[in-house]
């Protein structure tokens, strides 16, 4: 098997939609995926994006991607690069695909300085968890993340912020 890895075009935009559902199905959270491929054009492609991502394609079919962005450090002083999404089709693990695109990833932090390279998994993922256990990343159990959604974005400026 012949894996490649470039970076993602606006022609990519359906597989990459259809493979965030995947996850999504996998993820047992299919009916929150509103994405349209329409979405991801202009959020992925559109002139003011500052999200990146990347195809992982084995002998010419893409069967995976990245999804990233620069984040900060302010402790380090320092960009650091957060992975959003990193998928590869179910049929097509365990033949090095998922490596080379944290690889890849990995290489553009390193060539951009970053202090980081960051991700969350959901904590009964345990075969993500076994395999990024595997490379040697380090668990972030001391932080708990959260998260405001739109309408938890919405709700607080009402509360919080007069106009």
């Known amino acids: 098997m012949n894996i490649t890895i470039y970076p993602a075009q606006k022609a990519d935009a359906c597989a990459i939609l259809d493979m965030i559902i995947e996850l999504a199905e996998y993820e047992l959270s299919r009916n929150q995926v509103i994405a349209t491929r329409e979405d991801i054009e202009k959020t992925l492609f559109g002139p003011d994006t500052r999200t990146e991502a990347l195809i992982c394609a084995i002998d010419g079919v893409p069967v995976g991607y990245a999804v990233f962005f620069m984040s900060y ?91």
């Open 73 to 163: 450090s302010t402790w380090l002083g320092k960009n650091g690069i957060y992975l959003e999404d990193l998928y590869v089709a179910k049929r097509f693990r365990q033949h090095g695909a998922g490596k080379a695109l944290l690889a890849h990833v990995a290489k553009l932090a390193k060539d951009r300085g970053c202090g980081r390279l960051e991700w969350s998994v959901l904590d009964w993922n345990q075969p993500a968890i076994d395999f990024y256990d595997s490379i040697g990343a380090n668990a972030q159990s001391e932080w708990i993340r959260y998260r405001l959604d739109e309408k938890g974005i919405e709700n607080f400026l009402r509360k919080h912020v007069k106009a």
